[in-house]
């Protein structure tokens, strides 16, 4: 799990898909945000526009508070929108950078991504069970004809005959 969270830190929701940005890529794999790129233009053919996107300048902005990212075209900074990974794009990214270390950190973000995944599923069936069992309570309460206020009345009361009475000095 250690290994997670900074991984996860680096995952964003962008039109609806969780990314990653090409120079945190880059930076996991111990490469240049260029020949990361160059390696990807060179096998466009495995990153379709589900695997892979540019930014718009709306998204960057949206992200901009998060990261660190420079798009000035004069002055050394990045001089087009950054691309963005889907999880399937950073799977195939294994198929064209080959070192051990993307070997590695690949796994790494895959895994965190499914660990995602896996949370949000099980809070969304959590969510569905709380919502479904607060319906069967004011179903009930509603059925019984019991108002809510007299139960919380009743309870006060029974904390209040329960509390031990001070005994001594």
Known sequence: MNEILPVQNLIYEIRGQKV???KDLANLYGVETKVLNQSVKRNIERFPEDFMFQLT???LEAIRVRSQIVTS???GGRQYFPYVFTEQGVAMLSSVLKSKQAITVNVQIIRTFVKMRQFALTNKDLTKRLDEMEKRFI???RDMNINIEDIYKQLNYLTDITKSS???F
Do not use: A, N, R
């Open 20 to 22: 990653m940005l090409d």
């Open 57 to 59: 300048q709306e998204e």
């Open 73 to 75: 075209p004069k002055g």
């Open 139 to 141: 179903e009930y309460v």
């Open 166 to 168: 001070q005994i001594g």
